[in-house]
């Protein structure tokens, strides 16, 4: 078997990511989007955390390219830019889980 490291780039947007998600308001966000796509305001409203803090911590995602935002009238619905943010959330909880068995 042949070992190559990636990349600085690759190494560098990996750690991007994890960053991310090590942030507790960041995990409850994306663990939300896991359930359904959403608005600010519903995220709000879950999560019991200010709307500023909401939309800071979404454009932090959306900058790392975990979530995704489209126009839908009068809101902005955010998504999980692809499957592998779902799949990082869930081993992740998964993870934590068995851990504390």
Known sequence: MSFQMPDDTLIYKSTEIFSA???STRL???YSLAESDMHV???VELLHISQPAVSHQLRLLRD???VTA?????????S?????VRLLIMLGLEH???KES
């Open 41 to 43: 305001g519903a995220l």
């Open 96 to 98: 934590a889980t068995e």
């Open 28 to 30: 409850k966000i994306l």
């Open 21 to 23: 998600l090590a942030d």
């Open 64 to 66: 790392r390219g975990l």
């Open 70 to 78: 489209k126009r839908d009238g009068q809101y902005v619905i955010y």
């Open 80 to 84: 999980f830019a692809d499957e592998h």
